[in-house]
Structure formats: C-alpha cells, structure tokens
C-alpha cells in the first residue's frame, strides 16, 4: 500500500495553487471564509470553467473531466484554506449535477449540465419548510398534476441564495393519497425561479447578512418535463444527493482563515513575558485541534476513495460532517477563549483583531453543525444504517 497521493495529484494540487496565486494577484475577487456558498462571482466561476474544473469529477460522458473524487477533494481544499468565491457555481457542481447524472432524463441533462459547466446559471436548494427540516417527510410543498404542467403551492424555507438563483432544486409533494407510505410521496423538480407566483423574501442571519431566504410558491406553474428521475421516488434520490451535500471538504474548512488567524496570535501575542504559544494549556489544546483537524481531513480523502472506488458511502458522510463540523465549531470556541473578547469586534473597531474576521467566522459558525442535517440526526444515522442499530 503506497499511503500517499499520486503524481499526478501532486502536480494537479500546484496547478490549483497556481491559479489561486493568479487570481489573487488579480485583485478583483473577494477571499473569505465561508466563500463556497456566500460569495457569488460568474466571473471566478467562468475563469474555472475555462479548465473544466467545474464539473471535475463528473463522467466525460456527460461534459465533465472524468477526474476521480480525491483530485475534487484536493482541488475544493485548496480553494477554500484561501476562501476562493465559488459560491455561483458550488451547489450546481456538487449536487445537480450529480443529481441529474444519476436520475435525470436525457432532456434535463441536455438542457442543464452544459449551462453549468458553462457557469451559465446558479442555482439553490428549495428542500426544507417551516414545518420540515430534519423531518423532511413532513414536507407539505404540493404540486399537483394538471396534465402537461404541476401546479405548485407551499413554502420553502433556509434558501441559501434563492434571491439570486436562475433555478430551484425542490422536493414536493406529489403522491395525495393519504394511505401512501409516507416516503413515497415526493418528488423532485426543476423550477425556474422566475416563474410567475415565486416570491422569495430575505432572512438576516446572526451576522446581518442576508444570505437565505423564504421562499413562497403560489400556483407556481411548472413543466412536467422538469420532474427529476422517477414520480414519487424523490426522497430517496434526495437521499443519496445530500450525501454529496455532506460528505466533501467543505465541511472541515468553512472558517480556515481562523487557523491561521489562532497560530499567529498564540506566537505574537504575549502573558506574563512570554508568548501565548509556550503555555502549556495552550499547546495542549492546540495539539488536540490539529489532530482532530488531520483526523477530519484524512477521513474526507477515505470517503471520496470510496466514492472512486465506486462504493456508496452514506453513514460514513454522516461521520464524515459530524466529525469535520465539530472541528470547525471547536475551533472557533477554542479561538474566542483564546483571543476573549476583541475577538468578537467587527472590522471597523479600533480594537478588532484580524480585521475582525474571526468574530465574523464566530458568527458565522453557529449553523455548521445543523445545515445540511444537524449532527444529532446524523448520529441517528450512524447508529442505524452504520451500525445497525435501527429502532423497531
Ligand atoms: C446556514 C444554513 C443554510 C441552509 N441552506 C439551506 C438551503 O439552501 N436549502 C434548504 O432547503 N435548506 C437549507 N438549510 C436548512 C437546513 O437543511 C435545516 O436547518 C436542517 O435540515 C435542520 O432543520 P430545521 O432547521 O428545521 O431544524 P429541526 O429539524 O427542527 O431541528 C431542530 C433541532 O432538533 C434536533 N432534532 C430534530 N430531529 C431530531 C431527531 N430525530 N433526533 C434527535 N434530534 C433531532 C436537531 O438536531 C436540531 O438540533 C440551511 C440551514 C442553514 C443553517
């Protein structure tokens, strides 16, 4: 067993670097943590679609590079310990795509993939409601058949980006029958986010900043041709797509700037004549960060192996986000405790360390362990399907 990465992904790994050194000396784009979802660039997005880095890891068959899951992994890594702006492109690459590789009709593929390999269009995810997060069975979004069309009606909620997304990915609910087994009654559909009756409403996160949103649906018209894969089969597709959602680098690397921002105060900053990084609790703790941060890492590149190995994962997604969210929320607890309280000022403060960007990253941290399935419904998962301990 060789335990290293290839040549080629060696190489591949410069070449990423390279392009980000580029882009940064092009001083047009806005690097930050949490760039993957919230910061949208057509622009980023087309310079990497030039090298067919959108669409990487999917078959050549349908536009894409045909690289293996790990070159994904290596590349997304090095984008995001920068905070690279993928936002415009990210959820249509990692889960549409996919999505519509594996279930869509030969029409849908036609129709969508070149535009997002293009960088043509951006996307967002119309999954959860008010009444249905965890539980997404619960969904009441309906959509009724009127011969050539559905007729939507509902609410969608948590939308990141739907105030700026050219098409909604949405489970609905298509079966009516009462006496349905609850999990065959959705489905999963296309909607053009500028159909008559969308109304999509902001919501200010803990930062102020509006990033997702509500989303209403009223007798939103939508082609039959739109329904993705199979009638009524949507949640188990949905199923497999969260866990493309789940199971990437992403999760271990939303506030990496926080890191560096910690290695460097523990080495600059000093207590009773020495530097914070020569106190014994303090590298004892920063110690078990770094092991639980090349833990997380380590088993992100086992999962995208499995994923080239043709293997399914799916527990293992669920350990994969629960372990990498919990760095990342460690991480940021363990740097507040460190820096206490000017960590928190926002940048314009006087006082603000790092231009404020850690207590920026506190802030956005909150939500890394439930978007996406909290850990608490992912450790249920681990227990039933990983270990087989389903509930009677
Ligand atoms: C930053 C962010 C971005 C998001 N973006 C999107 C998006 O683009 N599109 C979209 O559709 N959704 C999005 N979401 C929604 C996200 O998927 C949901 O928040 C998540 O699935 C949890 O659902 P909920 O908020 O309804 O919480 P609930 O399901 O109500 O859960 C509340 C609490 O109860 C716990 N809980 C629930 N059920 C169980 C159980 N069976 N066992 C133990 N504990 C349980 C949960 O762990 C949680 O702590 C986003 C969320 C966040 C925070």
Redesign the pocket.
């Known amino acids: 067993m060789e335990f290293n990465f290839s040549k080629e992904q060696l190489s591949f790994r410069e070449e990423v670097k390279a392009f980000i050194k580029e882009a940064k000396e092009q001083n047009t784009y806005t690097f930050m943590d949490n760039g993957f979802c919230e910061v949208l660039s057509q622009e980023f997005s087309k310079k990497m679609s030039k090298k067919k880095w959108i669409g990487l890891s999917w078959p050549k068959e349908f536009g894409g590079k045909g690289k293996g899951y790990i070159d994904k992994v290596i590349m997304i890594e090095e984008m995001l310990k920068v905070g690279a702006p993928l936002g415009y492109h990210y959820v249509a690459d990692r889960q549409v795509g996919p999505g519509l590789i594996h279930f869509g009709s030969e029409y849908l593929r036609n129709k969508f993939l070149p535009p997002i390999l293009n960088a043509e269009n951006t996307w ?5 409601e008010p009444g ?4 997404m069975a619960n969904c009441k979004t309906n959509a009724i058949d009127k011969g050539d069309h559905f007729l939507v009606n509902g609410q ?5 980006n739907a105030h700026v997304s050219d098409y909604g990915w949405a489970l609905v609910k298509t079966n009516h029958d009462p006496k349905t087994y609850k999990y065959n009654a959705f489905s999963e559909m296309i909607i053009d986010m500028k159909s008559p009756g969308i109304t999509v409403r902001p919501i200010y ?1 803990t930062l102020g900043i509006h990033s ?1 949103n509500e989303v209403f649906l009223d007798d939103v018209k939508v082609p039959k041709e739109n329904i993705v894969g199979k009638m009524d089969n949507g949640f188990r597709q949905i199923m497999t797509n969260l866990d493309y959602e789940r199971s990437g680098i992403d999760r271990l690397l939303q506030n990496a700037s926080v890191h560096i921002a910690l290695m460097d105060y523990i080495k600059t900053t000093e207590q009773n004549g020495q530097p914070l990084s020569k106190d014994p609790l303090i590298r004892d703790q920063i110690a078990q960060l770094e092991i639980e941060y090349e833990v997380g890492r380590l088993y992100v590149y086992y999962v995208s192996y499995l994923l080239d190995s043709g293997k399914i994962p799916s527990s293992e997604t669920a350990v994969g986000k629960t372990f990498c969210t919990t760095y990342e929320s460690k991480l940021v607890d363990m740097t507040m405790s460190i820096m206490g309280m000017p960590g928190l000022l926002r940048n314009g403060s006087p006082e603000a360390l790092y231009d404020g960007s850690v207590g920026q990253s506190y802030l956005w941290s909150v ?1 890394y362990t ?8 992912l450790k ?1 998962i681990i227990a039933q399907r990983g270990l087989k301990m389903a509930l009677k």
């Open positions: 967002c995810l119309l999954f959860s249905a997060g965890s539980d969608k909620v948590w939308n990141t996160n997702f939500p439930v978007q996406a399935g909290s850990v608490e419904v249920n």
